[in-house]
């Protein structure tokens, strides 16, 4: 017995909402996290977001996660850092330029508990802010 015809698109999967702007790819070496540390800042009540320009033609937006361990232990850490890849999947977009760097850093004793919707509202307002500034 074959599957039955889906009314998807071809692949299968159901036409997802997320922008066609530019791709966004995660932080990984050092060097870069240290580039995006000398850069502006803003820091707001459940976190600090860090951005720089990085003035190639690349139009290609990266972002990176940090939890020191004021934070707590590695659990904590970690679900810090899931709850920040949560706000930005959700609030980063609107506000973010291509060819830019973010950081976001977790703040101890906040960024665990503060409410999703507040965590969202922060990285729009620091990355007004930011833009603003340039």
């Not at 999967?13 to 580039?35: E, G, I, K, M, Y």
């Amino acid at each position: 017995m074959t599957p039955p015809k889906s009314s998807l698109h071809p692949g299968g999967n159901a036409s997802s909402a997320v922008s066609v702007c530019a791709p966004v790819t995660v932080l990984r070496r050092r060097a870069d996290f240290l580039r995006a540390a000398r850069a502006l800042r803003r820091g707001t009540n459940g976190m600090l977001v860090q951005a720089r320009d990085r003035g190639d033609d690349d139009p290609t937006i990266r972002v990176g996660y940090t939890c020191s361990r004021k934070i707590g232990n590695a659990v904590a850490r970690n679900r810090a850092k899931r709850r920040l890849r949560a706000v930005v999947a959700e609030a980063l977009l609107p506000g973010a330029r291509p060819g830019w760097d973010y950081v976001l850093v977790g703040r101890p004793g906040v960024t665990l508990d503060r409410p999703f919707a507040d965590l969202t509202g922060d990285l729009r307002y620091a990355l007004r802010k930011l833009h603003a500034a340039s």
